[in-house]
């Protein structure tokens, strides 16, 4: 989890850390300013209300908690918050329960890549009551299973992609003659058998170029169509920003509607924020972070991973006042399992493709002359 690198909780004692916490759940329970009277009733300890009011204040010189109006109770301020994350925090684990149903909801809608992080997303989403993010790298660990290229017009030709991590591309093609079907036969035979089970970071400009020489006398003709496959691989290779639960930030009165909506309209601005995640839960509040601007809400990030390679980020963004000791253990727990089921989908994938080789020439050439 990151930590404060102005850690002031150093300078403070153990019972005004407890006066701290206490603040921060009794908020994070009421979304009320909290008094003297009531925590004395929360701390387990023979201590009297005009102690704590002094720790009280002492709390907020240190700038962890703030007092919204005079003579009214005290609230956590983003450091506050901080500090109560990173070292006062019980984390409440989840029962077996609150597991099988996660578990169910990962294992949705098949078994591809694609829908263990859709459903992942979705059952965070459902589960926490807030919007769900992630930008996934899965397309880098997918392989092509199939090309096909179909008549759309004259000279024109739709090509559709699909890959074992569950994408489905296509695109339009213009060429500058009308193919016949022996050439459009020759190109979908010629095209599988050299891209099947071949891993879409792998499709790269040098490899394209073998390709087209091999195509011998189609060279010409084809070519178009060989550099628009190319070009909706690197399509499909782009991590797209998913967005589930908007709804229910909208639904929060302590967070700004207008920031919510111009905010999920950046996805860029998401991208850069869940691309720059790390090992372990990572916190963002929006005051501290120009980049994420929500005022009053807080991003919890989680890597995932397939194997030792970084394949994503997962995040849940919700107000400020969350329950952070129920909500990082879901996205934890969430990504843990994303982690174990993505690197058994794309084991499985590899252990039924074949390796990959230099492009087919032989046979084909032959067929041509």
Do not use: W
């Not at 909780?9 to 153990?14: A, C, G, R, T």
């Not at 084991?347 to 492009?359: D, F, K, L, V």
């Amino acid at each position: 989890m990151e930590r404060c690198s102005n850690d002031r909780s150093l300078h403070v004692d153990d019972r005004k850390l407890s006066v701290l916490a206490a603040i921060v759940e009794e908020y994070i329970k009421t979304g009320e300013p909290v008094g003297s009277k009531a925590v004395a009733g929360l701390l387990n300890m023979a201590v009297s209300s005009a102690t704590i009011r002094n720790d009280m204040a002492a709390l907020e010189k240190l700038g962890l908690l703030e007092q919204p109006h005079t003579s009214a109770g005290r609230v956590p301020s983003y450091l506050g918050y901080r500090i109560y994350i990173d070292k006062l925090m019980r984390p409440k684990p989840l029962s077996g329960e609150e597991k099988a149903l996660i578990d169910d909801m990962l294992g949705q809608n098949g078994v591809t890549a694609n829908a263990v992080v859709d459903n992942a997303v979705n059952a965070l989403a459902n589960l926490t009551g807030c919007a769900a993010v992630t930008a996934s790298g899965i397309p880098e660990f997918s392989v092509i299973t199939r090309v096909e290229v179909v008549p759309a017009g004259r000279r024109l030709y739709a090509l559709l992609i699909i890959t074992s991590g569950g994408e489905v591309k296509n695109k339009i093609c213009r060429v500058e003659f009308d193919l016949t079907y022996e050439q459009l036969d020759f190109f979908a035979k010629f095209i599988n058998e050299n891209l099947h089970g071949l891993r879409l970071q792998s499709l790269n400009p040098a490899y394209i170029q073998n390709l087209a020489v091999a195509l011998g006398s189609y060279m010409l003709s084809l070519s178009p169509l060989l550099y628009a496959v190319y070009e909706l691989t690197g399509e499909i290779q782009h991590k797209d920003v998913d967005i589930k639960g908007e709804e229910n930030l909208l639904s929060y009165r302590d967070v700004d509607a207008k920031e919510v909506v111009r905010f999920m309209s950046s996805k860029n601005k998401l991208a850069t924020i869940l691309n720059s995640a790390f090992d372990g839960i990572h916190v963002i509040f929006g005051k501290e972070d120009q980049s994420f601007a929500i005022t009053n809400s807080s991003l919890i990030l989680s890597q995932y991973s397939i194997g030792n390679k970084n394949a994503g980020a997962l995040g849940l963004i919700g107000p400020i006042r969350l329950d952070y000791a129920k909500m990082i253990p879901y996205i934890q727990y969430v990504s843990d399992e994303m982690t174990k089921r993505l690197s058994q989908v794309i084991s499985e994938e590899a252990a039924g493709q074949p390796e990959e080789n230099e492009p087919e020439r032989g046979g084909h050439r032959d067929k041509e002359e």
